[in-house]
């Protein structure tokens, strides 16, 4: 499995983003999928991540409302849309798949990672 992370770029606070992730392998369907961010000093934290069938969704609390995950199975690609973002969002986000059907947010679990995508929020 390989994950290819893009979308990131420099945005003004309030701005949002999209970030995408394209996923190879054909097991891609029945894995959880989550994103995560490392700001610069910080430790990888989780940000957001779905289940396998797309029905259950989790978000960190500082990203609650703003950031919205999703899957498309067809495309084999996952998504997290970005809203209302602000300086504290900068960092660089990765995404991860972890072979199991229900979300982790400790990055531990998670099995496959991106090269991860560098968000930059000016205020």
């Known amino acids: 499995v390989q994950l290819q992370a893009s979308g990131g770029g420099l945005v003004q606070a309030g701005g949002s983003l999209r970030l995408s992730c394209a996923v190879s392998g054909r097991t891609y369907r029945w894995y959880a999928m989550g994103w995560f961010r490392q700001a610069p000093g910080k430790e990888r934290e989780f940000v957001a991540g779905?289940?396998?069938?797309?029905?259950?969704?989790y978000y960190a609390d500082s990203v609650k409302g703003r950031f919205t995950i999703s899957r498309d199975i067809a495309e084999n690609t996952v998504y997290l849309q970005m809203t209302s973002l602000n300086p504290e969002d900068t960092a660089v986000y990765y995404c991860?798949?972890?072979?199991?059907?229900?979300?982790?947010?400790?990055?531990?679990?998670?099995?496959?990672w991106g090269q991860g995508t560098l968000v930059t929020v000016s205020s």
């Open positions: 779905i289940s396998a069938s797309g029905g259950n969704t």
């Open positions: 991860a798949a972890d072979r199991a059907v229900q979300v982790s947010t400790k990055a531990l679990e998670y099995d496959y």
